[in-house]
């Protein structure tokens, strides 16, 4: 194997998000324009300042067995739900080396979380004060650690070319699927599930972010409240669940008949050097990311029809990404459909990417860019083409791209663009 | 009051069950925790601690690896309850 420029596509795809318990079920949300988000009824809920939320369509008890859901944080049971999808979406049978179209040595497994087990962390933490050493589980450190999910979900297909946990909060899950595209590209890997997972809902992170004001107070309009682009944005609205990618040689792929979603270009990644939390407000931390992205690749921006934006709906970082655009592409930008379904999904950090690399593949598939809702009074500052209220057509005829962008506290920045075939 | 033989096994089936979801009237006396029943030392470690607070007994790391079998079990609750 001495080449080391393969070209990479997407041949299977699964997810478990606000939207639905599946990929299907949650394009049908997306393209509907319905929000996952809704008051939170817990009991811890009720005096917190922050009282949404965007619970996972289905709950995983309902789908992953009692005796092998008490050993895995939420997380990477919702990792294993849109993984499992994935990789029966892609047309395998079994496990790697069981299913003889897949050599276990030559498969990766890249799935991220921003946060990782951080129920399992605080929930354990209180048996240990409430019920004493012993009855701590023994699952806790496997079940706790970042890791766990990407683990897990190579266990189960049983990958050993490489697992690997890119941790870059927000932009975890992009990172991850940026890594598994250049497993493959410069031949680690023939094939990588790929993706993001999270699955933070719990107080102790929802009064934190409330308290960095990054999060929507406006608990009277749970489903109004992630509004990215209008002018009343006030903070994201947490989400939880996982999207999951099949990423495989295009050479691997078309040897065993497999059906391509779209190409995987590449992936440019930058890093602001701005600020811990604040986006660098100019733009140009992500207007580098995009550079990278056009050096690194053979995108051409006549042909990006569609933008799976970050806007997790906060004042300044919506704007950042518009302006990092025009910087970039120019004029190009007046042909690009850009859509914030985190109006829809709530943001869901280190799953948003994995996720949204789900939308914006099926975006392509489907040649339709789900709407961003929730924009009453489009902000004025808006510099570009937002799809708002209702799905748009993408063009039908002809190779089109899009970009999925993804960034996070600490100034990750990370753009994966796809194409058609 | 002490449990007799059958009502340790049918307690320790519970556990398991819960546990490792193996079906309690697949847990008998000579089956080995690990490569009948699915439970790996992880769980192993669960299932102690059940088997403890269940049957009020005390039952040191250093005695777990000797529980290999649910007889094993048994006999060492049997003789350990108080």
């Given at each position: 194997m001495n080449a080391t420029n393969h070209s990479v596509v997407v041949t299977g795809i699964g997810a478990t998000t606000p939207l639905g318990g599946d990929s299907a079920s949650t394009w049908q949300g997306l393209v509907a324009g319905r929000s996952g988000a809704a008051l939170l009824?817990?009991?811890?809920?009720?005096?917190?300042?922050v009282r949404i939320a965007a619970r996972a369509?289905?709950?995983?008890s309902e789908v992953i067995p009692r005796p092998q859901a008490r050993r895995l944080d939420r997380s990477a049971q919702f990792a294993l739900i849109a993984a499992r999808e994935a990789w029966a979406d892609a047309g395998?049978?079994?496990r790697a080396g069981e299913d003889a179209s897949v050599n276990p040595d030559r498969l990766g497994a890249v799935v991220a979380s921003g946060i990782g087990g951080v129920t399992t962390l605080l929930d354990q933490y209180d048996v240990l004060r409430e019920?004493?050493?012993?009855?701590?589980?023994?699952h806790t450190v496997p079940m706790l650690m970042p890791n766990g999910p990407s683990a897990n979900v190579g266990l189960e297909v049983n990958a050993r070319a490489g697992v690997h946990t890119p941790v870059s909060a927000c932009a975890s899950g992009s990172e991850a699927v940026g890594y598994a595209i250049e497993m493959i590209r410069t031949g680690r890997a023939d094939i990588v599930v790929a993706g993001g997972t999270e699955a933070a809902i719990h107080p102790l992170p929802i009064v934190a972010f409330g308290n960095m004001m990054?999060?929507?107070?406006n608990n009277e309009n749970p489903q109004g409240?992630?509004?990215?682009?209008?002018?009343d944005r006030n903070g994201f609205v947490l989400g939880e669940g996982a999207g999951v990618i099949v990423l495989e040689s295009a050479e691997h792929a078309r040897r065993r008949g497999a059906r391509v979603y779209?190409?995987?270009?590449g992936q440019g990644i930058s890093a602001d050097s701005h600020d811990i939390v604040q986006p660098e407000p100019s733009g140009n931390g992500i207007a580098h990311a995009l550079q990278h992205l056009a050096a690194n690749t053979d995108?051409?921006?006549?042909?990006?029809?569609?933008i799976n934006a970050?806007?997790?709906?906060?004042p300044q970082g919506d704007l950042a990404e518009l302006k990092a655009l025009r910087k970039v592409f120019g004029d190009d930008v007046d042909h690009m459909s850009i859509s914030a379904t985190k109006s829809m999904?709530?943001?869901?950090?280190?799953?948003a990417g994995g996720v949204e690399t789900v939308a914006t593949v099926l975006a392509l598939h489907n040649r339709t860019a789900p709407p961003t809702i929730n924009?009453?009074?489009?902000?004025?500052e808006v510099d570009g083409d937002i799809v708002r209220d209702a799905a748009r057509e993408l063009p039908a005829e002809g190779r089109i791209a899009a970009l999925n962008n993804s960034f996070g506290f600490g100034g990750h920045n990370v753009v994966l663009a796809f194409r058609t075939v | 009051m002490a449990a007799t033989q059958e009502e340790i096994v049918s307690g320790l089936a519970e556990i398991v069950n819960e546990i490792?979801?193996?079906?309690?009237?697949?847990?008998?006396?000579?089956?080995?925790?690990?490569?009948?029943?699915?439970?790996?030392s992880l769980s192993m470690v669960e299932v102690v601690v059940a088997a403890e607070e269940r049957f009020g007994v005390k039952i040191p790391d250093d005695d777990v690896?000797?529980?290999?079998?649910v007889g094993d079990a048994t006999d060492y609750i049997l003789k350990h309850q108080s």
């Open positions: 009824e817990e009991e811890w809920a009720a005096d917190l300042p369509a289905v709950d995983p395998f049978t079994a019920k004493g050493v012993r009855r701590v589980s023994p990054a999060m929507s107070k409240a992630s509004r990215p682009f209008d002018v779209a190409e995987a270009v995108l051409d921006p006549a042909e990006v029809m569609h970050h806007a997790t709906s906060t999904t709530g943001h869901l950090l280190g799953g924009i009453d009074n489009l902000d004025p | 490792a979801g193996i079906p309690a009237e697949d847990v008998q006396l000579e089956k080995s925790f690990t490569d009948d029943l699915d439970v790996d690896k000797n529980l290999k079998t």
